[in-house]
């Protein structure tokens, strides 16, 4: 897949558009002024595999604790803004590496000049982010009465144009709804619009189960024709697992070489051995592994070597007992509660050769 060349921004050390990799992000959900707290999720997700962090801002006490967070951690942290501009300026003086505002909801015209003045000053950029659920009434009253892609970009370009009034193009640009085919549809539409990096995601996605399902359909079909630039993973609860998801759907795509990769097959009939958990013990195993790797768990010598020949190493059930293979060609016949142990031995061979 060919990818549209934006425009490069630099968020702290990480590049976003362009020729750079495709970056995931997330945002924490502990109290901001919560240093410690704020810290210790924002590692976690480093360990996971985040690129970028974002944090909310509501109040004066959030802003002021960005000076102690960014002395704890390298990852760039972006202050995520609504209303109040003075947060804008407060975080920006701390150090903060990127801001997600909305220019029409931090007051009027001055407001804007003061932030996007400061915010160019330290080479910051500004995310601007439209969502369907809090669209502006008059974009509502002019495309129908309800959120559509031309509604979402028309709002998101008047804060375009505010920006670039005052001289400023570090600019990233989202458009998300907890609709799948709205937000691909608005997508496609700014990618033809606009030539400024795009920040992917499906907002208010859902729980785990259905989150993953529609943040895959969405922002896969979009990277998939070569849109987007960066993204989220919206799902309720630990941050920790939008890392993750994130990751694999750029794996997914071969967009992103990122930890070992579990090929694991259906069950059927032919299953002599209880697939289903050895899989899971694989893939809690493999979470500890950062080395890209490609892994098989297959339930039968049909589904096995054969069928996973381009798999670096890998298992294969038989009644009671199992074979361990390494690019299709058998290693070694064990019994089934060895497996795993098994497997491993191979995957740490294959680490530190």
Known sequence: MERKNTRKIKIGNVFVGGNAPISVQSMTNTKTHDI????????ELVDAGCD?????????QAAQAIEQIKVQTDIPLIADIHFDYRLALMVIERGIDALRI???????????????KAAKKQQ?????????????????????????????????????RLLEQEDFFDIKISLKAHDVSLTIAAYRLMSQTVNYPLHLGITEA?????????SAVG??????????????????GNPVHEVKVGNEIL?????????????????????????????????????E????????????????????????????????????????????????????????????????K
């Open 251 to 287: 794996k997914s795509l071969g967009l992103k070489e990122y930890g070992p990769t579990l090929i694991s097959c259906p069950t059927c009939g032919r299953c002599n051995i209880d697939l289903a958990s050895i899989a899971s013990q694989v893939e809690a195993r493999l979470a």
């Open 102 to 116: 909305n220019p029409g909801n931090i007051g009027g015209k001055e407001n804007v000049q003061a932030v996007v």
């Open 206 to 214: 859902g729980t785990y189960h259905s989150g993953v399902v529609k």
């Open 124 to 160: 910051i950029p500004i995310r601007i982010g439209v969502n369907a659920g809090s669209l502006d009434k008059k974009f509502l009253a002019k495309y129908g009465g309800h959120p559509t892609a031309e509604a979402l970009v028309a709002s998101a370009m008047e804060h375009v």
């Open 289 to 352: 592994i950062k080395v890209p790797l490609t892994v098989a768990v297959m339930g039968c010598v049909v589904n096995g070597p054969g069928e996973a020949k381009e798999a670096d190493v890998g298992i294969a059930g038989g009644k009671g007992e199992g074979l361990v293979f390494r690019k299709g060609e058998i290693v070694r016949k064990v019994a089934e509660d060895q497996l795993v142990a098994a497997l491993f031995e191979e995957i740490n061979h294959q680490i530190e």
């Open 52 to 60: 970028i962090v974002r944090l909310a801002i509501p109040d004066e």
């Open 219 to 236: 922002i896969g079909t979009l990277l998939a024709e070569g849109i987007g630039d960066t993204l989220r993973v919206s799902l309720t």
């Open 36 to 43: 410690c707290a704020t810290t210790e999720q924002i590692k």
